[in-house]
């Protein structure tokens, strides 16, 4: 037999990787990002319920229109952003596959699609798969901010989609005003589409605002905006997100949808659907959920030897362990599971071209006892 891979390189993935280490050696998992803990108990038995109310079969292609017409709602209400439900919203088995639509939607052989550096680890193959280039631009130290006299610099004739992620993955950044003014003139001359992936949109701590790109029309309308119901209700097992675009890139998402999984689980859908009618709040109280736990993580690794990095949305926490010992990450990540019993993930994975640095990634979406006996683990290691 003879045939080629097409993504010879990619192994499996480090969060694969580090979950299964953490799981042999008995560590506590700070390393893939889900909660250890369940979502709401209310959700949970509006799916059984609507398994046993015969809601088994195939959904619509885009999704069953009650839970699309609550999203519809909620972007209008968040983010000042009227969509019409039957138009512009898809159902999508996780965000995974609505980033891998929206690409395949869009790129053709040759086209280039800016990515930052680090991203998120689907990014680039969904982008080469398609034939296309990622042109990778590296977010800025120690804040991790676009540079974005780079992303003028690198704009060509071939440049199809500007990828953005914000809260951002792994850093935890999250977007300013600033850089939405600077977006905006950037591509204001050119012929560019938008992924905006924002699974982290309830994640965004010390009083900021999530800056949507639904907010702004004029962005909006070259967007797809990408969010996750697994992040949101702690099910990130079930597999479930949505994609809200104008409605001619909706179609051209469609048309690649049907193809891949052709639609998303139907009693989940049907439950989101109640959840969302029935707990308005639910993701209105998020940020001040998760900023606590971060506030206590942080705190609970005061005495250690690690340096933590600003945190500003997402569950992650970065940590710089030079004080430890000047390991390169991997190795580091591997000696920390299997001789101090905690599992974090090196952050050079979400790179193409990672700097000389010291960095692990910890995801603090946990149980507060799982936090604490992280910390306990952590707080004795030495430093140099
Ligand atoms: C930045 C980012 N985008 C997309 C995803 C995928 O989301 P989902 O689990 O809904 O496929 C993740 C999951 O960790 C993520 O961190």
């Known amino acids: ?33 889900y909660p250890d803990f369940d979502g709401p108990r209310e959700l949970h038995d509006a799916v059984a319920r609507h398994l046993g ?4 079969q195939y959904a619509p292609l885009a999704g069953v ?20 439900s039957e138009r512009q919203v898809v159902v999508t088995p996780g965000a995974t596959e609505a980033i891998y639509c929206a690409l395949t939607a869009i790129i053709h052989l040759g086209d280039e699609v800016i990515v930052f550096d680090p991203a998120y680890d689907t990014y680039e193959p969904g982008i080469r798969l398609n034939g296309g280039v990622a042109r990778r631009i590296p977010l800025q130290s120690p804040h991790f901010r676009i540079d974005w006299q780079r992303v003028r610099d690198t704009i060509t004739d071939r440049t ?11 850093t935890g950044a999250v977007l300013a005003p ?15 589409l938008l992924l905006s992936d924002e699974v982290y949109e309830h994640l965004v701590f010390d009083g900021r605002e999530h800056l949507s790109l639904l907010r702004y029309p004029d962005l909006a ?25 104008p409605a001619e890139l909706t179609d051209a998402f469609l048309n690649i949808h049907q193809f891949i999984n052709f639609s998303t689980t139907t009693p989940l859908q ?42 500003r949305g997402t569950f992650f926490q970065l940590a710089d362990y030079s004080r430890v010992n000047d390991a390169p990450d991997r190795e580091f990540a591997a000696w ?18 990672a700097p000389d640095q010291r960095v692990i990634r910890f995801c603090f979406a946990k149980k507060d006892t799982t936090l604490r006996q992280a910390a306990e683990r952590l707080a004795v290691i030495a430093s140099l």
């Open 53 to 56: 109310q015969g809601h088994n």
């Open 270 to 311: 049907y439950a989101l659907a109640d959840y969302l009618r029935d707990h308005p709040r639910h993701h209105l109280d998020l940020a001040a959920f998760y900023q606590r736990k971060r506030d206590l993580f942080r705190d609970l690794l005061k005495p250690s030897p690690f340096h933590l990095l600003p945190s």
């Open 178 to 192: 600033e850089d939405i003014e600077a977006l905006r003139e950037v591509i204001d001359r050119h012929d560019i």
């Open 65 to 84: 229109p009650e839970l699309k017409e609550q999203i519809a709602a909620k972007v209008g209400a968040l983010y000042g952003c009227m969509v019409d």
């Open 160 to 170: 199809r989609m500007i990828m953005l992620n914000s809260p951002h993955n792994p």
């Open 1 to 33: 037999m003879t045939y080629t891979n097409k993504l010879p390189e990619a192994g499996t993935t480090i969060f694969t990787v580090m979950s299964k280490m953490a799981q042999d050696f008995g560590a506590v998992n700070l390393s893939q990002g």
């Open 336 to 353: 920390l599971t299997q001789e101090h019993g905690v599992a974090a993930i090196p952050i050079s994975v979400f790179y193409e071209n």
């Open 221 to 245: 309308q070259r967007s797809f905006c990408i969010f996750s119901f697994g992040k949101t209700y702690h099910v990130t097992g079930w597999r479930i997100g949505y994609c809200v675009a």
